[in-house]
Structure formats: structure tokens, C-alpha cells
T-cell receptor, first 112, second 117 residues
């Protein structure tokens, strides 16, 4: 089955620690995206990437970093500089010529 | 910057009631419009989309939406809701980035629909 996998489903970290969220897709999509979802806030774009080794900041990139070394993978690191890291994180992908995005199941990160 | 407004944060309906969820966007150029749905515990999934052509688009599970360009609106409708329609609904519009040439989606804040049996 083609799709997007995110792991783990739940993640707990202590304040001050960096944490990396995994996102893998086997849809052969060139573009990948990271969103943050908070109650009542909708989805806010953190980073996106159209091709390998290239990525762009979204609306709320501060405190986050990404890499795109492989087409299939787009990991997100939540750094200790992110002031409110507790949230639900969604990864998505799409063909470059399409605006339709496919979403993974998400990772719920709790930082205490 | 582009923005998307969803009029209601929470909607409560009884089964068989009609549904209309409002969505307005602020972008003057050509747009592509989407409604996504997030059922409890499930992935965010596409409900329907509008790229061009007939402004009345039909999606899955009996949903439809109408694009009214003059009103910058893309309201979601369903004639008769079911308990299984309980979910959060997100309107989204593509937001071309002039400088980079990339195009991303801007999402509204979502509307939580609760359908009581």
C-alpha cells in the first residue's frame, strides 16, 4: 500500500531536549510538507520541500529544522528553541504539479 | 498574505439535518480550493477539490461545495448528515509564493462538526 508513515505515534520529551520526528512516503511524490496542528488553530506550515536537498521555511519555522537527503524521507527536528513544542505534527506529500496533499497519521509530541 | 476563514468553530446537528460550512479566502488571483476532513483517530483526507470548470463540485460521502468567485467563498454542503459525519473539517486554498515559484496550501482553522444520533 502506498502512503505516508510517521513514527512514533506518541512522543514524550523533557524540556530542553531536541527531538526528531520521522516521515516516510512511498508515493513517489517530490514535494513533502510538515504542519503543526493545535486545537482551534488549524494546520500551520512549518517547512516544505519540493526536491531533494532543498527546503523552504513555512509560516512557523522558528525552532524547527528539517533535512531532505532522500526523496522518500523528510524528518523534522523540534529543537529546544521551540517555545511551545507540544502539538500534533502532520507530514504530507504531493506531486509537484498538483496541489492535492496526502497526509500521514501524525505524531503527537508532548514536552514537559 | 493569503488567509482562509471558516465561519464556525463548532457545529452541532441532529442526524438528517442539512449542513453548510462556510469558507472564505483572501486572494485575488486564480485559486485551487479544497475541503479536507479529519475523522476521529484517522488521517486527514481529501473530501473534495476545485481547480476549474463547474463551480459546483461533488466529493465523497455525499458532500458538495460551491465556488463563488465574486464572494471569495467555497462553502461545503450536505443535504442530510449522518452520525458518521462527526469530524473536523478544514478548508484550504493554494497560496502561490511569488518569489520562489512554489505553491503551498493555506488552511483555515477548522470546524468541528458533531452529529447527534
Amino acid at each position: 500500500d502506498g502512503g505516508i508513515t510517521q513514527s512514533p505515534k506518541y512522543l514524550f520529551r523533557k524540556e530542553g531536549q531536541n527531538v526528531t520526528l520521522s516521515c516516510e512516503q512511498n508515493l513517489n511524490h517530490d514535494a513533502m510538507y510538515w504542519y503543526r496542528q493545535d486545537p482551534g488553530q488549524g494546520l500551520r506550515l512549518i517547512y516544505y520541500s519540493q526536491i531533494v536537498n532543498d527546503f523552504q521555511k513555512g509560516d512557523i519555522a522558528e525552532g524547527y529544522s528539517v533535512s531532505r537527503e532522500k526523496k522518500e524521507s523528510f524528518p523534522l527536528t523540534v529543537t529546544s528553541a521551540q517555545k511551545n513544542p507540544t502539538a500534533f505534527y502532520l507530514c504530507a506529500s504531493s506531486r509537484v504539479d498538483s496541489y492535492e496533499q496526502y497526509f500521514g497519521p501524525g505524531t503527537r509530541l508532548t514536552v514537559t | 498574505a493569503q488567509s482562509v476563514s471558516q465561519h464556525n468553530h463548532h457545529v452541532i446537528l441532529s442526524e438528517a439535518a442539512s449542513l453548510e460550512l462556510g469558507c472564505n479566502y483572501s486572494y485575488g488571483g486564480t485559486v485551487n480550493l479544497f475541503w479536507y476532513v479529519q475523522y476521529p483517530g484517522q488521517h486527514l483526507q481529501l473530501l473534495l477539490k476545485y481547480f476549474s470548470g463547474d463551480p459546483l463540485v461533488k466529493g465523497i460521502k455525499g458532500f458538495e461545495a460551491e465556488f463563488i468567485k465574486s464572494k471569495f467563498s467555497f462553502n461545503l454542503r450536505k443535504p442530510s448528515v449522518q452520525w458518521s459525519d462527526t469530524a473536523e473539517y478544514f478548508c484550504a486554498v493554494n497560496a502561490p509564493f511569488v518569489n520562489s515559484g512554489y505553491s503551498t496550501l493555506t488552511f483555515g482553522k477548522g470546524t468541528m462538526l458533531l452529529v447527534s444520533p
